[in-house]
Each structure stands twice: as C-alpha cells, then as structure tokens.
C-alpha cells in the first residue's frame, strides 16, 4: 500500500453502511448533534476502567471523526471535540461527586459544578484537538493522523496547564489489553493515545468515497498497528521473569476506614489501633517492612513522641513502618505550614526517611487563586504546602525508592526525580476513600500500574479503602487487596528493569511521534490534492 493509494481516500460520504454512518453523522446540526456528540463520548468512556470494553471504540473514534467532518467551520469542529469530549469526561470522572458527600451538608452544592464544570473545563482540551484539526485544513485519510497529533499534543497540555489534570487520557483505555499496555514502555501513555486514535480512527475511512483498494489500504494499516503492539507486548511478557529482592517482605495494611470517620476526633485513637492489630497480623514475624496509606496515622508524628513510639513498637526487627502522617512547622515557628507526608520509622522511634508530597490536589488540598474563591471550596478543610521536589530515598534494608503519595501517580514522566539516582521501585499511598465504590479507585490503581510499565519500575501501591496492590516492572499484579476489604498483603519486591525508552526520554518520544503524524496527514492530503 503506497502513499499514493492512501492519500486519494476521500472525506466526503460514500454508499453503504459506513457510508449512511457517517453522512448521518455529519448532517447533524443544533442539538441533534450536541446530544450525538455527547453520547459518543459517554459510550467510550466505557473502555476506561473498571469495564475495559474497547469495542465502544469502534463507534466512538470513527463517531467523532465523522462529526469533524460535518463541521461547517472551526466553531463547530471545536464543538465536536468539545462535546464529545464532555461526554467522555462526565462517565469518567462521575465518581468525584462521591467526595462531596461525604459532607453533603456543606459541599453538596458544589456537585454540578466539580462534575459539570470539571468535564466541561478539561473538555476545552478534547475541543481544542478537533479544532486544530479543521484549522490544518487537512481532508481525507490524513485527518486521521493530523487529528491523533493534535490529540495527543493537547492531552500533553492537559498533564501541566493549570498544574495540570491528566486523568483518564485516551491511552488507558489498554489496561484492559496487557499485551498492548506494553507499549507504554516505549512511548508512554499519551503514545498510546496516538496509537489508539490512529487504530480508530483510521476506520472512519471506510465511509470516503474512494475505491474499495484505499479503504482496505487504510484498514490494513490500522490492524497493522495493532497487531505490532500486540506482538511487542506478548514478546516483552513472555521474556518476563519473577526476581525478586531478596531479604524484603513487604506488609501493605489496609483497614477500609470510611471518609466521613477518618478524621472524626474521637475515633482518631481507634484508628491507629486498627493499624497496630492488622500490622501484627499473623505472619508479621516473616516481614521487614509495613507499609500504611496517606495519612493513616492521624497525629503530628514528627512532634508526638507518644504515639510515634507505637507506630514504631509494631516495626519488624531491623526493619521499619512506612506510612503516611501531616506533618506541620515547630511550634513557635512562621509561618505556619502543613505537609502532606510519608515518614519511615524504625523499631528505635526514629523518623529515618521523609518525603513531603509535592503535587498538591486544587480544592482538595489547597484552593487556587484564594484572594478571589471562598475558603467553602476547600473540600480538604486546610491548605497544604508543597514539597521541595520528587525524592529518591534511601532507607535502612530498602533499594532506593521513589515515593509518591496519591494524585501524583497520575503524571507520565513526573514519578521519578530527574535529578535524583534512579530508584529501584515506586511506592504510592493514597486514600481512596474520597472516591467511594465507584470507578475512581479502578482508574487510579490503572494509572498507577501504567507508570510501573512506563518506567520499568515496580509499584507498591498501599490504599486506606482500596485498592492496594503490587506490580512487577511489566505491570503485572503480583499482590491485591480488594476495595472496601479490610487487611493486609505480604508480598515480595520485584526487581526493577533497566530504564526503558520512555524512562530515559520522557514525553519528548510521544511528541515527536505526534509531529511524525502530523507531517504524514500533511503529505497525504498533499497527494491526493496532486491527484485530484
């Protein structure tokens, strides 16, 4: 299939299903068309975790493809990205209403507009891609890899304007498909997103008006596309191996302790018994280090002796507690901060290793632009400060360590300190227990696994509610604890692998691919303008 053969692949509607598919499609005007939009993007929503079921994407992507071709000018294709892309964020992201009820009396208010208005903000990203595209003037097949380019660009954006929001990009849809989820080794996940518009997309193509050659030319080429990344992926599983770190024991605590009595005063001290009586669970004999969730010990455990002595009584010998804690300024001493921290303390009492969390969450940990926003806004109840930057730790029996704490496994290529010696494996606490059961845990626990593949590292994953867990450095669970199921796992340490492509380059490769893509969608409509 040559160049030549696919560029002359029409965009105008031809007969047949397809055909009437996406003539429909693109004859839709006013609210007809809103509401398509809308309701394509909630169908693939349905390929994020927790369903994971992809063949949504086989109408969705071709769905807004053949909306972009219907646009009568940049406003409108800007409004099918836009309200495809409000469909597909508002089936994502329905679980962060469960926040707000943990207190409904005081944030109930504010549901429509942390689901409505989040999706319809993180929208403009989705809006923006469809309106590049139309602005390319790009027709034909090449559309498919100018409109994957422009995705892919904006989904990058998305990861750091505004401090940035990458949550669910189009690529996680794989973490249903292991073999392909491979691929996030070389390109990451937003390269997967490339991919995964291109797959796609490219079927859109089966409605142009072109001969029956060019429209399986450019079916090939997306099945092509697949089936390499299927063939990488089972490759680079079946080399997996099952090392381990030897003389490492790893127990992840999880009590289930519900939101709306985490913090309640009074429980407070029956909390941290909770965790002293599933950390000593049978078993404990045989492992070296515990690990709690994000702010399990509810106590000031850098100023309280007291009660830092009893996390450090159920310290295995010669190993440590590794949990999550506030932790605040010296009294006395402005002015007055608070950190969102992971503490690693020894059987003597001793704080040995600290990491205060660097990538805060807006509105829940601190409330952006506060001169101009009611304090009311602030779901966390206080404002944290940020730490000084992404730590690799070398604690006592431990490889180094990258720790990360909830929100900040959500980033590609910002889990690791550039800066910093390599670690060994990633750790994350969270608490999950903001989200409720809903599809909120799935799609952290998939984010979470993406960065182990991404990186080549392990991931330990220690939650309050759910769902703790372990991956090797090819993303395999080795180690689960269900959500909303109180206890504990012991597993062992995967070794990590040498740093892959995406762990020594970064974003730079998905970046460069999406300019690859954009040059092939320019040299495609150029020849097919040569051939018309």
């Given at each position: 299939?040559?160049?030549?053969?696919?560029?002359?692949?029409?965009?105008?509607?031809?007969?047949?299903?397809?055909?009437?598919?996406?003539?429909?499609?693109?004859?839709?005007?006013?609210?007809?068309?809103?509401?398509?939009?809308?309701?394509?993007?909630?169908l693939?929503a349905?390929?994020?975790?927790?369903?994971?079921?992809?063949?949504?994407?086989?109408?969705a992507?071709?769905?807004?493809?053949?909306?972009?071709?219907?646009?009568?000018?940049?406003?409108?294709?800007?409004?099918?990205g836009?309200?495809w892309?409000?469909?597909?964020?508002?089936?994502?992201?329905?679980w962060?209403?469960?926040?707000?009820?943990?207190?409904?009396?005081?944030?109930?208010?504010?549901?429509?507009?942390?689901?409505?208005?989040?999706?319809?903000?993180?929208?403009?990203?989705?809006?923006?891609?469809?309106?590049?595209?139309?602005?390319?003037?790009?027709?034909?097949?090449?559309r498919?890899?100018?409109?994957?380019?422009?995705?892919?660009?904006?989904?990058?954006?998305?990861s750091?304007v505004?401090t940035?929001?990458?949550?669910?990009?189009?690529?996680?849809?794989?973490?249903?498909?292991?073999?392909?989820?491979?691929?996030?080794?070389?390109?990451?996940?937003?390269?997967?997103?490339?991919f995964?518009?291109?797959?796609?997309?490219?079927?859109?193509?089966?409605?142009?008006?072109?001969?029956?050659?060019?429209?399986?030319?450019?079916?090939?080429?997306?099945?092509l596309?697949l089936?390499?990344a299927?063939?990488?992926?089972?490759l680079?599983?079946?080399?997996?191996?099952?090392?381990?770190?030897?003389?490492?024991?790893?127990r992840?605590?999880?009590?289930?302790i519900?939101?709306s009595?985490?913090?309640?005063?009074?429980?407070?001290e029956?909390?941290?018994?909770?965790?002293l009586?599933?950390?000593?669970?049978?078993?404990?004999?045989?492992?070296?280090?515990?690990i709690?969730?994000?702010?399990?010990?509810?106590?000031?455990?850098?100023?309280?002796?007291a009660?830092?002595?009893?996390?450090?009584?159920?310290?295995?010998?010669?190993?440590?507690?590794?949990?999550g804690?506030?932790?605040?300024t010296?009294?006395?001493?402005?002015?007055?901060?608070?950190?969102?921290?992971?503490?690693?303390?020894?059987?003597?009492?001793?704080?040995?290793?600290?990491?205060?969390?660097?990538?805060?969450?807006?509105?829940?940990e601190?409330?952006?632009?506060?001169?101009?926003?009611?304090?009311?806004?602030?779901?966390?109840?206080?404002?944290?400060?940020?730490?000084a930057?992404?730590?690799?730790?070398?604690?006592?029996?431990?490889?180094?360590?990258?720790?990360?704490?909830?929100?900040?496994?959500?980033?590609?290529?910002?889990?690791?300190?550039?800066?910093?010696?390599?670690?060994?494996?990633?750790?994350?606490?969270?608490?999950?227990?903001?989200?409720g059961?809903s599809a909120?845990?799935?799609?952290?626990?998939?984010?979470?696994?993406?960065?182990?593949?991404?990186?080549?590292?392990?991931?330990?994953?220690?939650?309050?509610?759910?769902?703790?867990?372990v991956?090797?450095?090819?993303?395999?669970?080795?180690?689960?604890?269900?959500?909303?199921?109180?206890?504990?796992?012991?597993?062992?340490?995967?070794?990590?692998?040498?740093?892959?492509?995406?762990?020594?380059?970064?974003?730079?490769?998905?970046?460069?691919?999406?300019?690859?893509?954009?040059?092939?969608?320019?040299?495609?409509?150029?020849?097919?303008?040569?051939?018309?």
């Amino acid at each position: 299939m040559s160049l030549a053969d696919l560029a002359v692949t029409r965009s105008s509607p031809a007969s047949g299903w397809f055909g009437t598919a996406a003539g429909g499609l693109a004859a839709l005007a006013g609210w007809k068309r809103r509401a398509v939009a809308i309701a394509l993007g909630a169908l693939g929503a349905l390929a994020l975790p927790p369903v994971g079921f992809l063949p949504v994407l086989l109408i969705a992507l071709p769905g807004l493809v053949w909306l972009l071709d219907g646009s009568p000018n940049r406003r409108a294709a800007f409004g099918a990205g836009w309200w495809w892309g409000l469909g597909w964020f508002l089936v994502g992201l329905y679980w962060i209403a469960n926040a707000l009820l943990i207190e409904p009396e005081k944030f109930g208010w504010m549901i429509p507009f942390a689901t409505l208005g989040l999706s319809s903000v993180v929208a403009v990203f989705t809006g923006t891609a469809t309106w590049l595209t139309r602005l390319s003037g790009v027709t034909g097949v090449g559309r498919v890899p100018v409109l994957a380019s422009a995705w892919t660009l904006m989904e990058w954006a998305r990861s750091w304007v505004l401090t940035g929001f990458p949550w669910n990009p189009l690529g996680s849809v794989w973490d249903a498909a292991a073999p392909v989820l491979q691929a996030g080794a070389l390109m990451g996940v937003f390269g997967l997103s490339l991919f995964t518009l291109l797959v796609f997309g490219l079927l859109a193509t089966l409605a142009d008006s072109a001969p029956r050659r060019q429209k399986i030319g450019a079916v090939t080429v997306s099945l092509l596309l697949l089936a390499a990344a299927f063939g990488y992926g089972t490759l680079r599983l079946a080399a997996a191996n099952d090392d381990s770190v030897s003389d490492v024991r790893l127990r992840l605590v999880q009590p289930a302790i519900g939101q709306s009595h985490k913090w309640r005063e009074d429980l407070r001290e029956a909390h941290l018994q909770a965790y002293l009586q599933l950390s000593k669970a049978p078993g404990w004999d045989k492992v070296t280090h515990l690990i709690w969730p994000e702010t399990a010990a509810p106590f000031l455990l850098d100023h309280d002796d007291a009660h830092r002595a009893m996390v450090a009584s159920v310290a295995p010998p010669g190993g440590m507690v590794l949990t999550g804690a506030p932790r605040v300024t010296p009294q006395g001493v402005a002015p007055f901060r608070v950190w969102n921290s992971l503490m690693a303390i020894d059987g003597a009492s001793q704080l040995v290793g600290l990491y205060d969390k660097v990538h805060l969450v807006p509105f829940g940990e601190y409330v952006p632009f506060r001169a101009i926003l009611p304090a009311a806004v602030n779901i966390g109840g206080m404002d944290f400060s940020p730490g000084a930057g992404l730590r690799t730790l070398t604690l006592p029996g431990l490889p180094p360590v990258s720790p990360l704490i909830c929100y900040e496994a959500i980033f590609p290529a910002e889990v690791v300190g550039r800066d910093q010696p390599r670690p060994a494996w990633l750790l994350t606490i969270t608490n999950d227990g903001w989200f409720g059961h809903s599809a909120g845990p799935y799609q952290h626990l998939a984010a979470g696994r993406m960065r182990a593949i991404e990186e080549g590292l392990p991931l330990v994953r220690a939650a309050n509610t759910g769902i703790s867990a372990v991956f090797d450095a090819w993303g395999r669970e080795l180690a689960r604890l269900e959500l909303g199921h109180r206890g504990i796992v012991d597993a062992v340490l995967p070794k990590p692998l040498p740093p892959t492509l995406f762990a020594l380059y970064g974003n730079t490769l998905p970046l460069a691919l999406s300019l690859l893509c954009t040059m092939i969608g320019l040299a495609l409509c150029r020849v097919q303008r040569r051939a018309d």
